[in-house]
């Protein structure tokens, strides 16, 4: 990922890990906790694409799974987040911007219920069995519901963060540099060969000819002046 990237992503993901942690879990709300840190990898995962969402959700899930006062195997929560960006990173759409909310909205609901089931899944295997004492079905409803609330409000800032960083001057001119590259070789090229780059036969027979212009140009030149030419 390019650096903008690191540094936007890291910086929303501790932001909201610290949010979750020291403001939702102390709301005591029934069933699940406001995945607020779901809510941002989803975010980022649909604006740069399902590999990037990987890594964001590794890295944030294993953020989460350090911070105090995390009570579960470190790499649970890092697995869970990384699948979910992965397929979150999948429905980015091909020009960036979304023409309905339906996508979002469905790409929350999925990722509410597929976290949840992912992450009681694999503490079954690893023999915690939290979530029977809870209550699952009473765990996917409320996530559902937490997640739905918040994600109009963090989904949508977190993509437009996402693209002002992608749209930055000096990503830019980056992101940008091969293709002005690309020009500035090609300018060269067209100096130095007289072809119009792009304009194929007919730009090449206009240099051809601007070519021969300018040598029976000099070589009247030379006459009136009384060169004397070889």
């Known amino acids: 990922m390019r650096l903008n990237r690191i540094l ?12 979750q942690v020291s403001v939702l879990a ?9 995945d607020l840190l779901l809510l941002t990898v989803l975010g980022l995962a649909l604006v740069y694409g399902h590999l990037a969402g990987a890594f964001i ?12 006062p995390a009570d579960h195997a470190a790499g649970r929560y890092a697995l869970v987040l990384c699948l979910v960006g992965y397929v979150a990173g999948l ?11 339906f996508v979002p909205l469905v790409v929350v609901v999925g990722a509410a219920i597929g976290s949840t089931l992912l992450y009681a899944g694999v503490g079954a295997l690893v023999g915690d069995t939290a ?13 559902t519901i937490y997640d739905l609330v918040l994600a109009p409000f963090i989904v949508p800032f977190v993509m437009w963060l996402a693209r002002r960083s992608e749209n ?28 119009s780059i792009g304009g194929g036969a ?26 004397k030419r070889l």
């Open 8 to 19: 936007l992503s890291t910086a929303l993901v501790v932001v909201a890990l610290m949010i």
């Open 26 to 34: 102390r709301l005591q709300l029934p069933g699940a906790v406001p």
């Open 57 to 68: 959700g590794f890295g944030a899930g294993l953020l989460a799974d350090l911070a105090p």
């Open 91 to 101: 429905f980015r759409p091909e020009h960036g911007r979304m023409r309905s909310v």
């Open 131 to 143: 979530a029977r004492h809870v209550g699952l079905a009473g765990l996917l409803t409320t996530a």
């Open 168 to 195: 930055d001057p000096l990503g830019e001119s980056a992101g940008g540099g091969t293709a002005r590259g690309a020009d500035v070789a090609a300018g060269w090229l067209a100096s130095g060969t007289g072809l």
């Open 202 to 227: 007919r730009g090449g027979l206009r240099g051809r000819m601007g070519k021969a212009r300018m040598a029976r140009a000099t070589r009247n030149s030379g006459r009136i002046k009384g060169v």
